[in-house]
């Protein structure tokens, strides 16, 4: 949805790099996360978080860490970038009023040799 | 810990042809939601189903929530070549106070015409 903005879109980094994706969102929604897709392996939780003062890791957060800098907005950074971190990321954003159901933003492509 | 399973994981089928994707989870899930990703795309919300036994229609697309809310299906009927991408199922453990949604791999469908 063009409501949930990420930059950007496509990244290529080198091993030991900090790099930041960014992400915002228009939706007025509490709730941003950030997944990680891998080919074959779905979509998997990195971190979430309900409200700018609350932030909980999800299944994969080892390598990265993020920042909740207002409801709208949502980073997530790779302190020392390896090249198993090559893979598609997508932040979203859900309204417990509407089930939960994810909006996703458009995505960033990242590259790490 | 929980896990979802998808099957088959890519799906060549005739255009006009019918065809069904299931989903597996180890755990009770509270809901199922479906997913469809466009070829370099994002993830776009289809529908969500809460009741045990629940069945949906969206078109030409058939959803169903199994008895034991362990287990989904997709049917699609006539596809037409607007079908091709991944569907994903994704479901929170019935037995979370706050749901993460566990993603499956996906079911890559591909039209041929």
């Known amino acids: 949805d063009a409501d949930v903005t990420q930059t950007p879109r496509n990244r290529i980094t080198k091993t030991g790099k900090r790099i930041m994706l960014e992400c915002s969102q228009t939706k007025g929604h509490d709730r941003m996360y950030w997944y990680r897709q891998d080919p074959g392996l779905g979509l998997r939780l990195i971190y979430y978080s309900f409200d700018v003062k609350d932030i909980n890791k999800g299944e994969i957060s080892d390598g990265y860490s993020v920042s909740r800098q207002a409801q709208a907005k949502f980073s997530l950074s790779l302190e020392s970038a390896i090249p198993n971190q090559t893979a598609l990321y997508f932040c979203?954003?859900?309204?417990?009023?509407?089930?939960?159901?994810?909006?996703f933003g458009s995505g960033t492509q990242l590259s790490v040799l | 810990g929980q896990q979802v399973m998808q099957i088959p994981q890519y799906q060549h089928v005739q255009e006009g042809e019918d065809f069904t994707t299931y989903c597996n989870s180890s755990?009770?899930?509270?809901?199922i939601q479906w997913y469809k990703q466009r070829p370099g795309g994002h993830p776009v919300f289809l529908i969500q189903l809460v009741k045990s036994g629940e069945v949906k229609k969206q078109k030409r697309l058939t959803f169903q929530f199994g008895e034991a809310k362990k287990n989904s299906s997709l049917h699609i009927t006539a596809t037409q070549t607007t079908d091709v991408g991944t569907y994903f199922c994704?479901?929170?453990?019935?037995?979370?106070?706050?749901?993460?949604?566990?993603f499956g791999a996906g079911t890559q469908v591909v039209v041929t015409p």
């Open positions: 979203a954003t859900s309204d417990p009023g509407y089930g939960e159901k994810l909006f």
């Open positions: 994704a479901g929170p453990p019935a037995t979370d106070s706050w749901g993460k949604l566990q």
């Open positions: 755990t009770t899930l509270s809901n």
